[in-house]
């Protein structure tokens, strides 16, 4: 290295630089497209699901009764309420005294 000019050092340490940096580009845009697949793959799975569970619906309104279906080989669509929401924290009351209290610190609950 002592033989490259500083000119040719730089340059050649720029290029180490950008090939690494191609390959991380790479590894994100790989991501990248693997999320869209997914979330094509969920919508078309979404829509999937809605068309049969008409067409059940549908078979039902004929006559069909849910047993006839199963035996069939033909399961219940899933709810579209199955999916469950996670409930907030609950947030801690704040200690209210009336103003002929005395709080002491003892009397205060721990905050967790």
Do not use: F, I
Not at 30 to 44: F, N, P, S
Not at 59 to 79: I, R
Not at 93 to 99: H, I, K, S, T
């Amino acid at each position: 290295m002592a033989d490259q000019s500083a000119k040719a050092v730089r340059t050649e340490t720029e290029r180490a630089a950008l090939q690494l940096l191609r390959e991380r580009t790479n590894l994100v845009g790989e991501a990248a497209t693997a999320r869209h697949d997914r979330d094509q793959l969920v919508d078309a799975l979404r829509e999937a699901n809605a068309r049969y569970a008409a067409r059940y619906a549908d078979a039902v309104a004929g006559g069909w009764t849910a047993d006839d279906l199963a035996k069939l080989g033909l399961d219940a669509p899933e709810s579209s309420s199955t999916s469950r929401r996670r409930r907030a924290p609950r947030q801690a009351q704040p200690v209210q005294n009336r103003p002929d209290e005395l709080v002491t610190p003892t009397d205060v609950p721990a905050q967790t």
